[in-house]
């Protein structure tokens, strides 16, 4: 997951679509998994910058 994050955050996807992906995949991959996904993305992020975050809607 963190690949995948990591290279559409290169390519200029931004967190908000990534973040919009995830979500749409719950009724697929259930619920637990979304919520896996999404604080594996929240850490990547961090880390691509440390000064910003994600803003919560």
């Not at 290279?7 to 679509?17: C, H, I």
């Not at 719950?26 to 993305?41: F, H, L, S």
Request: glycine share 4%.
């Amino acid at each position: 997951m963190r690949v995948h994050i990591n290279a559409a955050l290169k390519v200029g996807a931004s967190r908000e679509e990534i973040i919009e992906t995830l979500v749409n995949l719950a009724p697929y991959i259930g619920y637990p998994a979304t919520q896996q996904a999404i604080r594996i993305a929240a850490e990547e992020f961090a880390k691509s910058n440390p000064s910003s975050r994600p803003r919560s809607e």
